[in-house]
């Protein structure tokens, strides 16, 4: 079988954002399942375009989610450079030969004279476009007697043209397949003759773009959608160079919050969600922060990523970077735009948080919840205490604020609160007979003991319930009764409860 090679190939004109991390995840993804290489090549041919921070924040990014390239320009294989500005002379020396074999040809217009031609055809309605009908009406060398042509080209103030379609082809039409939408028809009369290769000795994207694919022995090129109406001329390319393609996937669009459109690095402000793996900083001024800075896993994050635009065939959603590797296939990736939910972002992180290993989560709390409290809990029951908080946690930064607001005693809050809960004089026997029958001992029997003498006094489980949990915490409602009570010492279950009744009655006696 052929290597397996996929690249990621980000122009540095900015930030990498989540719709670029995702063709790179779907790249690395197929490499990895294919136990192929995954290779990151930089095509920064278009300087007026260049962002100096952007490559940084490129491989920043890539490194913070465990997408690491075999080849890199920081880790270069045997198919360097990996940076399209280092590869200069190799271009041309393919642009030469497509002009060699007649399927490219210097243009020496003016942008002026094609300014006036495209102003003329928008009056008329029409769109201009430079190709087979109108190409020998332009100053080029396929017209152009030699002498001439040397001059100009001499001058060298031309760009190279592709001829993607001249009378003498065999067929007017190719078809061009892609793996997620199929076979499509292109009419190549249709298609224009686009610039190759610039004035400043640069190829455009599109040949340096063909030329790298097939130079570092790409096997599958998977990009955004955006890059769907160039392929007919890549196909054209490769066929003028004789060359075996490789296969093609264009990967739907990420759409805006609101479901409306592609998402654009501006919905981030406009819908207060990150649209950055990483923070970037434009200047002092303008800053962004991403998903990494808000706190989320990147396990959890890769799983969101992924989980736009493709699914794994089953209700299954939750998987870690190596489990989506094995199941990763083109077949399931989706080809309609896919939604930006960030909820579902937060959704992701909080089921992988219930998958970390208690150790580590216990050893990043531990400290911080015996020294808040150190007089009601034993160091024992932290383990307790963590299983409980990460159920109920988005993040992981919000673990220790989740444990203090399960295990405080609030008395303001319980002053408020029995403002709506009355206490009957049975209900406060109840819970002053609870404290005075618990031990270490019989915490795990409590509950059923509590129970009973609900029953026996004729009062509903959840009114007991209520009461109890209101003065042990002073909330109403939150994690799990009995689990804290089994959490706390039993000196915090009766002094809380001594001081919940002593308030009760202080204020039964004043009414
Ligand atoms: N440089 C192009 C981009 O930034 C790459 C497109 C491709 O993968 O072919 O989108």
């Known amino acids: 079988m052929q290597n397996i090679r996929l690249r990621f190939a980000p122009s540095p004109t900015g930030p990498l954002h989540i719709g670029g991390l995702r063709t790179a995840l779907y790249n690395y993804l197929i490499a990895k399942n294919k136990k192929g290489k995954f290779i990151l090549r930089i095509e920064d041919t278009d300087q007026s375009r260049f962002n100096k921070n952007a490559e940084s924040h490129i491989n920043e990014s890539l490194k913070w989610c465990n997408i690491i390239p075999d080849e890199s320009p920081e880790n ?24 060699d074999t007649g399927h490219a040809y210097y243009a020496f217009d003016d942008k002026e004279e094609l300014e006036s031609q495209r102003k003329k055809s ?30 100009l080209i001499k001058q060298n103030n031309y760009v190279i043209r592709f001829k993607s379609y001249f009378k003498e082809k065999e067929e007017d039409f190719i078809i061009i397949n892609d793996e997620i939408r ?13 610039i190759i290769f610039k004035k400043d000795g640069m190829p455009t994207y599109h040949l340096a ?14 990009r955004g959608e955006e890059w769907l109406p160039s392929l007919a001329l890549h196909f054209l390319l490769y066929d003028s160079f004789k060359w075996e393609k490789p296969l093609f996937a264009h990967l739907p669009l990420i759409l805006k919050p609101s479901g409306k459109g592609k998402l654009s690095k501006r919905d981030g402000e406009k819908f207060g969600v990150p649209v950055y793996p990483i923070k970037w900083e434009e200047n002092k001024n303008i800053k962004y922060i991403g998903f990494k800075e808000i706190g989320f896993e990147k396990e959890a994050f890769i799983n969101f990523i992924c989980m736009i635009g493709w699914n794994p065939g089953s209700t299954e959603e939750v998987f870690n970077t190596n489990e989506l590797i094995d199941i990763f296939d083109i077949d399931r990736i989706i080809k309609s735009g896919a939604k930006y939910d960030f909820d579902k972002a937060k959704w992701f992180n909080s089921e992988h948080i219930k998958k970390i290993d208690s150790n580590i989560l216990i050893s990043e709390n531990e400290s911080d919840i015996l020294k808040i409290f150190r007089d009601e809990i034993d160091q024992k029951r932290i383990p307790e205490i963590i299983n409980l908080v990460r159920e109920r946690v988005e993040f992981k930064k919000n673990i220790l604020e989740e444990s203090k607001a399960i295990l405080k005693y609030d008395q303001t809050q319980f002053k408020e609160n029995i403002k709506k809960l009355k206490f009957s004089k049975k209900e406060c026997q109840i819970i002053s007979h609870f404290s005075e029958k618990i031990v270490e001992k019989n915490k795990e029997d409590i509950k059923e003991l509590f129970f009973k003498s609900l029953k026996e006094s004729e009062i509903k489980v959840g009114d007991g319930m209520k009461r109890l949990r209101l003065c042990l915490t002073g909330n109403l409602s939150g994690a799990d009764l009995f689990t804290i009570i089994k959490i706390l010492n039993i000196g915090a279950l009766k002094e809380r409860i001594s001081i919940s009744l002593n308030t009760i009655n202080d204020q039964n006696r004043n009414n």
């Open 182 to 194: 199929g076979k499509i028809k292109v009419d190549l009369k249709l298609l224009d003759d686009k």
């Open 209 to 222: 773009n063909v030329v790298d694919d097939h130079l570092m022995k790409i096997s599958h090129v998977i």
């Open 76 to 99: 270069p294989g045997e198919y360097g450079p990996y940076r399209q500005s280092e590869r200069a002379d190799i271009y041309r020396k393919y642009v030469d030969k497509l002009i």
């Open 122 to 151: 928008e009056k008329e309605g029409k769109t201009f476009i430079y190709n087979w009908e109108n190409r020998h009406d332009f100053k080029n060398s396929i017209h152009l007697g030699s002498d001439e042509r040397e001059k």
